[in-house]
């Protein structure tokens, strides 16, 4: 009965603190418009500092090889390995190729030659692409070495010709991988600490006293807290979408009601999460606290960033409690799989049981009197 | 100077009276350095892969054999149809397929080769790029070794793998969670304290009062300093001791690197906290200015090499690129000062410059 | 229950760990009455106010509100009462009329009822012209004014005044008892804490609490007479000396 007139109370604040909902609203669509730019796991530009002892023909020949593939830049090329070394040091190289004096004698004679790879591998992901690509390369030269007959082997080799077809992403475009994430954090924002942050301020002003002694029921009352920001979430996912779009190209395979049913779900989880903080928290500065924590650990094991698959099994589980999990998993599929509903089932029906749980817990932990 | 101290600890009573803020304060580091510590890793694992063979071929067997036995992947099942790739993917059931082409056994000895497909799901651009770099890889050792007649094996690389010869992703992270969770701690907590006075007017009674405003200030950083110093201590012994990543290089060095990052990241709270008068605002401000940035552009998990030329110049201007820079090379390259000068300098002029300007803006607010 | 009697209490008790703010306090409240609870800071008078209001739950002892249990029924009293508290608690953000519209529609009156209502009252408070003025705009006697008007807008059956007058000019609070006696002459029942002596002459009856006990509870002229003393003022003071408790 009185949820209108608390609802009608929330939009005038709301609107009124326009500078508030101007930052939260622009701060995330900025991430968007930045950040999948910076966001590329691509190793390109493996630097390589190389140490020739053959000054050959066949290792300039491997050194033009190097040069002209798209994952090495050759940064410096000694004859002396402690320079090289010294480049690795001083992170200017990532890599040190070191051929051996002899190395076209060798090949040419007994079609094999040992070379000398340094990695600086403290980035792992570097170490073994750099590593990956290097040994690639060595392979696929020694191979056309052998077939231009250069040392004709009567012997055939085997060869499994490995053609690669990406799905989705055929382009391998991690932006679009990014992208769904970026927005699930615009609604973590809005639909999390704004909420978080709005019973605490009452608390600390006293007005919520003074609705305390009325009537008005609990549900009302968290109810109209919790309908305003799930309009501006969905306002700012809207936002997201047609951001995706105009700047990225990247429009979802699936449906937009199925985005849209996933948005909407999850800024409930988030706002009943926020809700469920504000009522246990007596400060404004301890619910932003509160929320913080929460907020990295459901960003960072979102699986957005690094894969929840490669992580141990106790992370896992706490993953499998962050409603992130869901969502970003959720998002990319409609987005680049084209998944529908019927794909993400198990996804909607955590989300649900997540939502309700919040805000379940938020209108029960909401006390009118001590 | 005796009001001064009898104002840092009323600043300390602040902090320690307000349990909630303090637990967070001193937790948040140790769940943070623990978690991402052991949970973060861009290693690839548990990929599953389907098979897609018209016969069985024992060609076939021995390569997904190898596949099997690597820790990254796992044969989950044989599919019937490649029509079914698109519900196996999108089920999430399965990561990668591999199409053998017919008569695999006896194509891989013609000249044209036996033909082999990797089917990808690139929803994650970056891991199904390691996944067909891993997949390659095992078939190229297939290959060398099926070669008949050895010692003709053409370049073979002997690696030596420097810094972090176990590959462990912790090593490449915890630095970056160092720079993040003391950016944290630091720059957010203190805004948001310092922006609490505002918006509760504290802060007027404590400005008319005989201290100078620089004493204020002053008396407010130390609290959290010292609270950052005991989360630096706290989360460079779980580093050592839990996650069992050491600190190679000088230690001495490494503490005095992050305290000149302490000092910028609370100069930046203090900033931030002269720009806006609401603690979301303060929030809002620390989260999207500091924290996104932190963890996207400073090479925390993303190689900043890798970034658009533009968006590397600006991650120049980032504190916490430089600190997470410097704690590699200190700490997991075990390299000697002398490499790290360059970090240093720009850390100090950093800190120098917002100092300056963080005094300064306070100061003008005051007139 | 007599009919005339609206807030009763019968050794209401609140105890916060092993300090007991209220210590066994019983009395009765007439409709119509002006009903004046005084005591130092500190003596509970809040908290016992608060117990009435049903924001808080006693420990021990019974109270009705209304006719209705303070333990059991708390959202049944907060229909028929208004309060306002120490601290302002108007929304400073909301405009006049949107503050009072909240309250009103929050009880239930109807849309029309409120604006009609809501123009009535600015006429009658002289606040037309600061209608749509944000309530964080307006001076603090004002925004006293207001956050009386809105708490017994939806004319309640009672209405609970916490320190109403705290911090305001002299001629403001005298306009502000004006306001009392007004609505205590249209049958509302006022329950009112102060620590202005002075104010509780104004009151039908008032009570002392000293250290979470009601010590007295008289007429003022009675008290006076009780006591020996020519102010309220006298009064207390003879009552305070008594008092262990500090601020």
């Known amino acids: ?370 | 100077m005796r009001e001064f101290w009898v104002f840092v600890r009323k600043e300390f009573y602040h902090i320690l009276r307000d349990r909630r803020t303090m637990m967070i304060l001193l937790i948040m580091p140790v769940v943070m350095i623990i978690l991402f510590g052991f949970a973060l890793t861009t290693e690839v694992r548990n990929v599953n892969i389907g098979v897609l063979a018209s016969e069985p071929d024992h060609a076939v067997e021995q390569i997904l054999n190898r596949l099997d036995a690597s820790e990254y992947f796992t044969v989950k099942e044989r599919l019937d149809s490649p029509d079914d790739i698109d519900r196996k993917f999108r089920g999430r059931e399965l990561d990668m397929v591999i199409a053998f082409g017919d008569h695999f056994s006896e194509k891989v000895f013609d000249p044209e080769g036996a033909a082999m497909q990797l089917v990808v799901d690139a929803t994650n651009a970056s891991m199904a790029q390691s996944y067909t770099a891993y997949a390659s890889a095992i078939v190229a050792q297939y290959q060398q070794d099926m070669q008949p007649g050895a010692g003709r094996k053409g370049i073979v690389p002997n690696v030596v793998l420097m810094y972090n010869p176990q590959m462990k992703s912790s090593y490449n992270f915890v630095p970056g969670i160092m720079g993040l969770t003391l950016m944290l701690i630091c720059a957010l907590m203190t805004s948001i304290a310092i922006v609490k006075e505002k918006e509760t007017g504290t802060m007027e009674v404590l400005l008319v009062s005989p201290l100078r405003p620089i004493h204020i200030i002053i008396a407010k950083m130390i609290p959290y300093f010292t609270v950052s110093c005991v989360n630096l201590l706290t989360i460079l012994l779980l580093s050592i001791f839990v996650l069992k990543v050491p600190v190679a290089g000088s230690m001495v060095a490494l503490c005095v690197v992050s305290l000149i990052y302490i000092i910028i990241a609370l100069s930046l709270g203090l900033l931030v906290s002269t720009l806006v008068d609401q603690q979301i605002i303060a929030m809002l401000f620390s989260s999207m200015l500091l924290m996104v940035p932190t963890i996207l552009l400073c090479g925390m998990i993303f190689p900043v090499e890798s970034m658009p030329e533009i968006l590397q110049y600006f991650s120049h201007l980032l504190p916490p690129k430089w600190y997470i820079m410097a704690v590699r090379k200190l700490m997991i390259a075990g390299l000697p000062v002398s490499f790290i000068w360059k970090e240093i300098v720009i850390l100090i002029v950093m800190a120098v410059l917002l100092i300056t300007i963080s005094l300064r803006k306070f100061n003008n607010r005051l007139e | ?247």
């Open chain 1, 1 to 370: 009965m009185g949820l209108k007139y608390l609802l009608e109370k929330e939009f005038k604040q709301l609107l009124r603190n326009k500078f508030m909902v101007g930052v939260a609203v622009m701060f995330p669509l900025a991430v968007l418009l930045i950040m999948p730019w910076a966001t590329n796991l691509d190793i390109k530009n493996i630097q390589v500092a190389l140490v020739d002892n053959d000054h050959s023909p066949l290792s300039r020949d491997l050194i033009r090889q190097i040069e002209h593939s798209t994952y090495f830049n050759l940064q410096s090329q000694t004859g002396i390995y402690r320079e090289a070394f010294a480049d690795l040091e001083r992170w200017d190289a990532d890599l040190i190729l070191e051929i051996p004096a002899g190395f076209e004698y060798d090949l040419v004679q007994f079609g094999t030659t040992p070379v000398q790879i340094t990695i600086n591998t403290v980035n792992s992901m570097k170490g073994v692409m750099g590593q990956s690509y290097m040994n690639e390369l060595l392979m696929q030269y020694s191979r056309a070495l052998a077939e231009t007959g250069n040392r004709p082997s009567s012997i055939v080799s085997p060869k499994v010709e490995l053609i690669t077809q990406y799905m989705y992403n055929p382009t391998l475009n991690y932006r679009f991988t990014m992208i769904p994430g970026l927005i699930m954090i615009t609604l973590i924002i809005l639909g999390g600490f704004l909420p978080a942050v709005n019973i605490v301020v009452e608390k600390e002003m006293g007005t919520i006293e003074q609705l305390n002694v009325t009537p008005i029921g609990k549900f009302a009352f968290i109810l109209a807290k919790l309908i305003p920001f799930w309009i501006i979430g969905l306002v700012a996912v809207s936002f997201g979408f047609l951001f995706a779009w105009l700047i990225y190209g990247l429009v979802p395979l699936g449906h937009f009601l199925t985005l849209y049913f996933f948005a909407a779900l999850f800024i409930l989880t988030m706002t009943g999460f926020g809700l469920l903080i504000s009522n246990h928290s007596a400060t404004i500065q301890q619910a932003l606290f509160v929320m913080f924590f929460f907020v990295i650990i459901f960003i960072m094991l979102s699986g957005l960033l690094t894969p929840i698959d490669s992580m141990p099994g106790w992370a896992k589980g706490i993953a499998a409690f962050t409603p992130t999990k869901y969502v970003v998993n959720v998002l990319q599929s409609v987005y680049l799989r084209g998944s529908t509903i019927a794909d993400l089932w198990i996804d909607m029906l955590v989300l649900i049981a997540m939502t309700l749980f919040f805000n379940i817990w938020a209108v029960i932990s909401y006390r009118k009197s001590q």
């Open chain 3, 1 to 247: 229950m007599n009919n005339d009697i609206v807030i009763q209490t019968k050794d209401l008790t609140k105890k916060f760990g092993s300090f007991t703010a209220v210590d066994h306090i019983s009395f009765e409240v007439r409709r119509g009455e002006i009903f004046g609870f005084l005591g130092a800071n500190g003596a509970g008078k809040t908290t016992a106010m608060r117990m009435l209001c049903g924001l808080s739950r006693p420990t021990s002892g019974m109270g009705q509100v209304a006719g209705f249990d303070i333990a059991r029924q708390q959202e049944k009293i907060k229909q028929n009462i208004g309060y306002m508290s120490q601290k302002f608690s108007l929304y400073g953000d909301l405009k006049v009329w949107e503050n009072i519209r909240l309250y009103a529609g929050i009880y239930g009156m109807k849309d029309a009822d409120i604006a009609r209502k809501t123009e009535e009252l600015l006429e009658r408070l002289d606040f037309t012209k600061e209608r749509d003025t944000l309530v964080d705009s307006l001076p603090l006697g004002w925004k006293q004014k207001l956050a009386f008007s809105v708490s017994i807008f939806h004319e309640p059956k009672i209405v609970f005044l916490d320190e109403p007058t705290g911090g305001v000019d002299p001629t403001t609070r005298r306009q502000f008892w004006e306001m009392i006696y007004e609505a205590a002459n249209r049958g509302i029942t006022i329950f009112v804490t102060t620590h202005y002596m002075d104010e509780a002459e104004y009151c039908h009856r008032v009570s002392m609490m000293v250290d979470g006990r009601i010590d007295a509870l008289d007429s003022p002229s009675n008290l006076k007479q009780q006591f020996n003393a020519s102010s309220m003022d006298e009064v207390f003071r003879k009552l305070a000396r008594k008092a262990e408790r500090m601020e």
